[in-house]
Structure formats: C-alpha cells, structure tokens
C-alpha cells in the first residue's frame, strides 16, 4: 500500500513501503517526516511505524522533548488533505463536506483552518441550509406567523404573574411576537441572508467559550486539552456548527406543528454527532473531551453571560 510522506509544509510524494525503507537507510527520509496511508487516522511520525522502527538517523534528544511539550494534536504538520485548502471551487467544497463527514480524522488533522478560507467554506454550507429555509418560510408564512403569536399570548400570560422589572421584560417580549404577521417573500430572504452572513461570527462567540471550558478541562487533568490554541479551537467550532446545520435542511420543508418538532428533535442527534467528531478531529482530541466541554460551556454561558445579561435588564428596565 501506498504511503504519502511529508516534511511541513511540502509533501515529499506517494513512496512504497520498500522507498521509504531505503530512503531513512539514506538519508532522504527523516524520521521526523509525516507518513500517511489510507486506512490511518492521521498523520504519523515515521519514527513510529512499526514497519520502519530503527531506521534512519535517530531524532535528537532537544527535538524529542520538544516534540513532547509541544501539542502535537493541535499543530497541523504536512500538506493539508481538506479538498477546499487544496483548491476553492464547488466542487472542492461538496468534497469537503463529504469528507468532513466521512472520514474527518483524516482531513482534519492536519488542516490548515485558517479563518477566511474556513469561513467562506461556512457560508457556502449555510447558504445551501437556507434554500429550504427560504421555500419554507414562503410555503407556511401563515402557520409560522400563528405559531409566533400563540408564543406571544403565552409569554404575556407568564408575565402577567411575575412582578417588577422582570415582568415588564417578558411582556415586551410577549407584546413583540403577539403582532407577527405573514412574512412576504421579500422579508424572509432578508432573514435568512442575516442569519447566513452572521451564524459564523456566533459560532466563533461559542467556540471561545468551548475552548475555555476544554482549557478547564486540561487543568483538571485531560491531557488532550492543555494547549489547545484559541484561534484554532474557534474556526473548528464553527466549522462543525456550519457542517452539522446540513441536518436541519428537510426541517423547513415540514409544516409547523408535531410533525416538525419530532423531526427537529431527532435530527439534533446526528448534529451533536457530526459536530462534536468535526471539533475533535480538528483539535485531535476525542469527541466525547468536546461533548463535555460542550455541556461545561453551556454552564458557563448560563452563569456568566445569561446571569449578567439578566442583571443588565434589569437595571435598564428599572430606569425606565
């Protein structure tokens, strides 16, 4: 079988087993140098192939304990296998959310995820999420402006028990969804492009709290989370957001009611799933690290920024 080797940031070329062999015996090899081949999850050190063990000129003491107090899982080494890094085109960016889903150990680990290519590739999967949006917000404007306005009537009856500043908050809410009406074409189109051009810049605000939360998970002792980088850890956050909404697109299609809410609640299974495997094999960490981290987030949100943007209502309203 085949074996792609590289030494960051070149691919040295497709070798046989037998080439790699000669090439560490001669020197052309390191066995420092990045070997794939298919069937493998990422990328190896040579030095730890088996097949290959001895061979080659031994890596230096100061570059082996710099290999160990670096995190390795979370610095790409070799040529990136994500087809949209390699060319940007349609084509490359359906290859990529196929093999993102496929196989995303493999084109992940070693991804680049720069945060302008990464985003762009985001909103061409999001842009592709809001046609059906589109079809469904035209196709059951009526049932959607109903469902809104019951939410509104339930919301004003909650606020009517509660007392205070906190009652004025929930009945200007009440008040706000109580009066929607029908969108037109037009008005959803709108919506759906601010939802695509702004989803991104959410998902980065989420990725900073999944990585402080995999950062508190390293100081209480996971190995795989200490180091992780921020920038790295935000663009994989909303790249596995961006990809995992590709689960939802059926959803709009189906009237509001039961029907929608049963299947909105069974695709949100696949999404954990397609999310969490994104986010780890990017950070190469294991998806169960990021789904607690991601249940340590949301604690952390709810405390920090829920408490606080609850406090920040109240004091607003009491001046009012």
């Known amino acids: ?27 052309r090899f390191l066995p420092t140098d990045q070997a794939w081949r298919e069937g493998m999850s990422a990328w190896t050190p040579l030095s730890q192939w088996p097949e290959f063990a001895g061979q080659g000129v031994p890596t230096p003491p100061a570059a082996n304990a710099a290999t160990a107090s670096a995190p390795e ?9 994500l087809p949209w890094e390699q060319g940007r085109s349609l084509a490359s960016a359906w290859q990529s959310v196929v093999a993102m889903v496929t196989r995303p150990a493999e084109v992940l680990g070693n991804a680049r995820l720069e945060i302008g290519p990464t985003m762009t590739l985001g909103w061409l999967i999001l842009l592709v999420s809001s046609v059906t949006a589109v079809i469904g917000g035209v196709l059951y404007a009526e049932q959607l402006s109903a469902v809104m306005v019951k939410a509104g009537a339930d919301i004003l009856q909650s606020a009517n028990q509660l007392p205070g500043s906190a009652g004025e908050l929930m009945r200007t809410f009440g008040d706000y969804f109580a009066k929607t009406e029908p969108k037109n074409f037009g008005a959803v189109l709108l919506q759906a492009v601010l939802m695509v051009l702004f989803a991104p810049f959410l998902y980065l605000f989420y990725g900073l709290l999944q990585w402080l939360a995999l950062r508190l998970l390293g100081l209480f002792g996971v190995t795989a989370c200490k180091g ?28 509001p009611g039961a029907l929608q809410s049963t299947f909105l609640y069974l695709c ?8 969490f495997r994104v986010v780890g094999a990017a950070l190469q960490v294991s998806p169960w690290v990021v789904f607690g981290s991601a249940a340590l987030s949301y604690v952390l949100f709810v405390c920090c920024c829920g408490c606080g943007l609850a406090a920040l209502f109240g004091v607003l309203m009491s001046r009012v």
Do not use: D, K, W
């Open 268 to 275: 949100f299974i696949p999404y954990l799933v397609i999310h």
């Open 1 to 27: 079988m085949q074996i792609h080797v590289a030494r960051s940031p070149n691919q040295l070329g497709v070798f046989s087993p037998a080439e790699v062999a000669a090439g560490l015996q001669a020197g």
């Open 73 to 81: 899982a979370t610095v790409p080494v070799g040529p990136s296998q």
């Open 228 to 255: 992780l980088p921020l920038g790295r850890t935000g663009v994989a956050t909303m790249l596995g957001a961006c990809l995992a909404s590709l689960v939802f697109v059926l959803t709009p299609l189906l009237p």
